[in-house]
């Protein structure tokens, strides 16, 4: 099958539940039917270019006027102001001048960066937080509000550590791998089989000593060194290395059981296959089976939330290009039959076409 929003996965993943309509807003019809569809919305968010909004009157000022309670989110890349607010920004580059991405990789080496988009990601969450905020405030007060989460600034909120270390010290973090600065040891360790690896992480000397009671045949863990988080972060290299030669001829799954027992946090480095078979995964369903018109069957991620009294669920997958125009115009927003077909015959709406299913 062609590669295409209608059988991608992750497009299946985040957009279900969500309706799906075809719109050309650069034409004056099309950015007016927006504005009539704003005036019946709670909220409104965008992820466009500074200015963009506001070319086709769809920015707060106009759409206030319209419903004067209403919340709008922006996710401009650097801010809808400042001297680098009209600058192209996509994921990797926000992650690159936030700092953030030159803090992934191992010391000694280059930078590795997230190898995702997650600014993205972060901005989604930050602005969904926000308006549900806003939500919350407008109840109270009946006021709506213009929110701006400038995606820069909520990449940067996740470094909030690594700023402030600079502010008070004037250190500027490094690469330090997967270790930590509480915890000793903090990395992820070769274990028997095909790339295979098992994170351990000691937060307190009782763990410690947990720890070196399971790997009793590693008797250099008993050295006075190591006895304090101190000194163990001080003899990282070698005591990563004594734990990998332990490691090595066990299988993580095998030391995930061993050290759990015993109260020290581990856990295998799991694949996506590794997170679709875990037993762990499976009874609470994070992954859950759907039916796509064009995909078939596939599975996709369940909500990131479980909550007792209002626990949603995935009801419908996601749109197809245009899948509820005539539900959207015609129901929502009051659009005769009539009115829908001119509107298609102009090129306005994109007229919904069932697509041709190859399995």
Known sequence: IERSPETDPAFHSLNRNKLGITIDMAKPEGSDLLRRLAAKCDIVLENFFPGVMSKFGLDYETLSKL???IIMVSMPGLGNWGPQA????YAPGLAAISGLESMVGYKGERALGLQQPYSDYNAGANSAFAALAALIHRKRSGEGQNIEVAQIEALVACIGEAVLDYQVTGKVPGLEGNR????????????????????????????????????????????????????????????????????????????????????????????????????HYQDREVFIPSEHPVSGGEFIAN?????????????????????????VFGEILGLSDDEIARYEAMEVIQKFQEPEIKR
């Open 67 to 69: 419903k004067p309670d």
């Open 86 to 89: 009209q600058t192209p920004a």
């Open 180 to 279: 930590h600065g509480r915890m000793a040891p903090h990395n992820n360790y070769l274990c028997d089989g095909d790339d295979k690896w098992v994170s351990i992480a000691v937060k307190t000397d009782e763990e410690w000593r947990n720890l070196t009671a399971v790997m009793a045949d590693v008797p250099e863990l008993a050295a006075d060194k190591f006895a304090t988080l101190a000194g163990r972060q001080e003899n990282q290299e070698e005591l990563d290395g004594l734990i990998s030669g332990w490691t090595v001829s066990r299988t993580a799954e095998e030391i995930t059981g061993m050290l759990q027992e015993a109260g020290v946090a581990a856990f295998p480095c799991m694949d996506i296959g590794d997170c679709f078979l875990d037993p």
């Open 303 to 327: 909500l990131s939330w479980k909550m007792s009294e209002t626990n949603g669920g995935v009801y419908r997958p996601a749109p197809l290009w245009g899948q509820h125009n005539q539900h």
